[in-house]
């Protein structure tokens, strides 16, 4: 319906009150969809592109690599900064590990972490690099010891990327975690479901999601959770729609979300499907889908970029290979419209997860207390002087000064959650 159906009813001044307060709660559903809506910006000064590889840092964001018409299949080494206050793309110096396509990455502690890929149908890289935005500076990392490979699943959590399935040419279900304070690789138990590539994969809670994704004619709707802790995996409900492969994700507000990729058969979807994934319940909702044209009608794109700004959800490029379109459009969505709720916050009060515990270098915080922005801290120890206050932005606590003790931890965020817990310094 239009909205001018209800206008007129309004203008009906014999219609019974029982018609008036109808027509009060429609024109405030209609508002509520409209503010739901996709939000088309600028074209990109980006070239159109499958596979880009966006991160945000610093509230800023980045994308790198990919695949334009006139790099495929080798790829891209471009890196571009966004200026959001005029939507635009800077360009900035060439990635320095060399070209490449079906590449990840992922952000943590101020810093970028990136590779993996292909730059040609048969050549698989395994390398990884850490981006300093503040001195504009990359460095090479340990490669992983599991070989190249080309499309897998990389997530980072808690001071660890845990990378895995893929193809490099046959597709994998291994699975393993880096540890960025200590620049290592170690080999995690491999995915219960069957060998795959072009995988769904994010964070959501204390737990690493990923799932979906095909090999060869195989086509998967299963999801599994993983625990970083134990290192147990645990299968989920399997997605609502049927298989998915080769969409884009990303964590926001404490959910997980995946936007438009393929189908069974490998065909665009024919709608620009957007879900967000509720890991407390186990349960998919399906959002507004993401506009775009396309002859064939079919608005699913595979292989497009997206990632998050100021709340926002940003969707980006993508191919429709039946049609031979590349897109370069750029995309906006308002998260706080889907993970706000219209009742009132309730404020929760839980146990935070630290570790290593004992300590004697560092602790680390799970990262969840920290999706509504920096929390408001406070230490004491055992005798309760208070030995650190104030304001903490990161997961990641230096300890290594602090005398040998146990430590009362409690944190509250701008939510008005309240966290607490306690570690122990020394050995």
């Given at each position: 319906?239009?909205?001018?159906?209800?206008?007129?009813?309004?203008?009906?001044?014999?219609?019974?009150?029982?018609?008036?307060?109808?027509?009060?709660?429609?024109?405030?559903?209609?508002?509520?969809?409209?503010?739901?809506?996709?939000?088309?910006l600028n074209n990109s000064s980006v070239t159109a592109r499958h596979h880009p590889v966006t991160f945000t840092l610093d509230n800023t964001v980045y994308l790198i690599s990919g695949s334009t018409a006139q790099s495929h299949p080798q790829g891209t080494s471009d890196f571009f900064m966004y200026d959001a206050d005029n939507d635009d793309w800077i360009q900035l110096d060439d990635f320095p590990g060399g070209p490449r396509t079906y590449a990840y990455a992922a952000t943590y502690d101020g810093k970028a972490y990136f590779g993996l890929g292909s730059n040609d149908f048969d050549t698989f890289l395994s390398d990884l690099w850490k981006y300093d935005p503040q001195t504009?500076?990359?460095?090479?990392?340990?490669?992983?010891?599991?070989?190249?490979?080309?499309?897998?699943?990389?997530?980072?959590?808690?001071?660890?990327?845990?990378?895995?399935?893929?193809?490099?040419?046959?597709?994998?279900?291994?699975?393993?975690?880096?540890?960025?304070?200590?620049?290592?690789?170690?080999?995690?138990?491999?995915?219960?479901?069957?060998?795959?590539?072009?995988?769904?994969?994010?964070?959501?809670?204390?737990?690493?999601?990923?799932?979906?994704?095909?090999?060869?004619?195989?086509?998967?709707?299963?999801?599994?959770?993983?625990?970083?802790?134990?290192?147990?995996?645990?299968?989920?409900?399997?997605?609502?729609?049927?298989?998915?492969?080769?969409?884009?994700?990303?964590?926001?507000?404490?959910?997980?979300?995946?936007?438009?990729?393929?189908?069974?058969?490998?065909?665009?979807?024919?709608?620009?499907?957007?879900?967000?994934?509720?890991?407390?319940?186990?349960?998919?909702?399906?959002?507004?889908?993401?506009?775009?044209?396309?002859?064939?009608?079919?608005?699913?794109?595979?292989?497009?970029?997206?990632?998050?700004?100021?709340?926002?959800?940003?969707?980006?490029?993508?191919?429709?290979?039946?049609?031979?379109?590349?897109?370069?459009?750029?995309?906006?969505?308002?998260?706080?419209?889907?993970?706000?709720?219209?009742?009132?916050?309730?404020?929760?009060?839980?146990?935070?997860?630290?570790?290593?515990?004992?300590?004697?270098?560092?602790?680390?915080?799970?990262?969840?207390?920290?999706?509504?922005?920096?929390?408001?801290?406070?230490?004491?120890?055992?005798?309760?002087?208070?030995?650190?206050?104030?304001?903490?932005?990161?997961?990641?606590?230096?300890?290594?000064?602090?005398?040998?003790?146990?430590?009362?931890?409690?944190?509250?965020?701008?939510?008005?959650?309240?966290?607490?817990?306690?570690?122990?310094?020394?050995?």
């Amino acid at each position: 319906m239009k909205n001018h159906n209800f206008l007129e009813l309004w203008g009906n001044k014999n219609r019974e009150m029982k018609n008036t307060l109808t027509m009060i709660f429609w024109i405030a559903f209609c508002v509520n969809l409209s503010a739901q809506e996709w939000v088309t910006l600028n074209n990109s000064s980006v070239t159109a592109r499958h596979h880009p590889v966006t991160f945000t840092l610093d509230n800023t964001v980045y994308l790198i690599s990919g695949s334009t018409a006139q790099s495929h299949p080798q790829g891209t080494s471009d890196f571009f900064m966004y200026d959001a206050d005029n939507d635009d793309w800077i360009q900035l110096d060439d990635f320095p590990g060399g070209p490449r396509t079906y590449a990840y990455a992922a952000t943590y502690d101020g810093k970028a972490y990136f590779g993996l890929g292909s730059n040609d149908f048969d050549t698989f890289l395994s390398d990884l690099w850490k981006y300093d935005p503040q001195t504009g500076e990359w460095t090479e990392l340990a490669s992983c010891p599991c070989g190249g490979r080309a499309h897998p699943a990389f997530v980072q959590h808690n001071g660890k990327i845990f990378m895995g399935l893929g193809q490099n040419p046959f597709d994998r279900n291994d699975w393993w975690e880096y540890d960025i304070a200590s620049d290592s690789w170690t080999e995690r138990p491999s995915l219960p479901g069957p060998p795959r590539h072009h995988p769904f994969h994010f964070q959501a809670g204390d737990y690493v999601y990923a799932g979906f994704g095909h090999s060869g004619s195989s086509y998967y709707d299963d999801w599994y959770r993983y625990d970083p802790v134990n290192h147990e995996w645990e299968e989920m409900n399997p997605h609502p729609a049927g298989p998915r492969v080769a969409g884009q994700e990303f964590s926001y507000g404490g959910y997980g979300f995946v936007i438009s990729g393929d189908g069974n058969n490998h065909l665009n979807l024919a709608d620009g499907e957007f879900w967000k994934y509720d890991h407390h319940e186990d349960e998919w909702e399906r959002l507004p889908d993401h506009p775009g044209n396309a002859p064939d009608g079919r608005v699913g794109r595979w292989a497009p970029g997206a990632f998050v700004l100021d709340g926002y959800a940003y969707f980006f490029g993508g191919v429709n290979r039946s049609a031979g379109i590349l897109y370069g459009d750029l995309h906006k969505f308002n998260l706080e419209e889907v993970v706000s709720s219209t009742e009132e916050p309730v404020a929760i009060e839980s146990n935070i997860t630290i570790y290593p515990n004992p300590a004697s270098d560092v602790v680390n915080f799970s990262e969840e207390i920290f999706q509504n922005g920096p929390i408001d801290i406070k230490i004491t120890n055992i005798s309760g002087q208070i030995v650190l206050s104030g304001e903490q932005v990161s997961n990641t606590l230096p300890v290594s000064h602090w005398p040998n003790g146990l430590y009362s931890l409690s944190a509250k965020d701008s939510k008005g959650n309240v966290y607490t817990g306690s570690f122990i310094v020394g050995n």
